[in-house]
């Protein structure tokens, strides 16, 4: 995680961090928020990159939500001990509709849970990837 100088988020500056990291470690694709993302979309598209929209409500984050949740009852998320992480795992407030479908919610959290969404989109793209190369072994609940 990294803040962006200022009172409003700087944009530029998250596509060049994007694209730096895509130097040292190329990036498969990027999950992004469909809300207010069209111009760091579009920028990252004509920079080469892989740019997948991910929703936000029970239909693309419930799958990942409950499998995220299998990783940590089971003990197979390896984090490091990273404390920012570890903050918002602890502000997280998580919805449940009445088919059982799950998803964080944002306004119902005690504080950010940015981290947390995050991981969830990555893993909802690597769930649904063909070429994890065994990187991830499923707990069986998507």
Excluded: C
């Amino acid at each position: 995680m990294e803040a962006t100088p200022g009172n409003v988020i700087d944009y530029e500056r998250i596509r060049q961090h994007i694209e730096d990291l895509n130097d040292n470690y190329p990036i498969r694709e990027i999950a992004i928020d469909r809300w207010n993302s069209t111009q760091l979309h579009t920028q990252l598209t004509d920079g080469g990159l892989i740019v997948v929209p991910f929703g936000q409500g029970y239909k693309d984050m419930s799958a990942p939500t409950k499998e995220l949740g299998a990783l940590v009852l089971s003990k197979r998320l390896r984090h490091a001990g990273n404390p920012v992480l570890h903050w918002m795992a602890g502000n997280v407030a998580v919805l449940q509709d009445a088919a059982g479908n799950l998803k964080p919610a944002k306004d119902k959290s005690a504080d950010r849970i940015d981290g947390v969404v995050a991981t969830i989109m990555g893993l909802g793209r690597l769930m649904v990837s063909s070429s994890v190369d065994g990187f991830y072994v499923s707990s069986g609940l998507e």
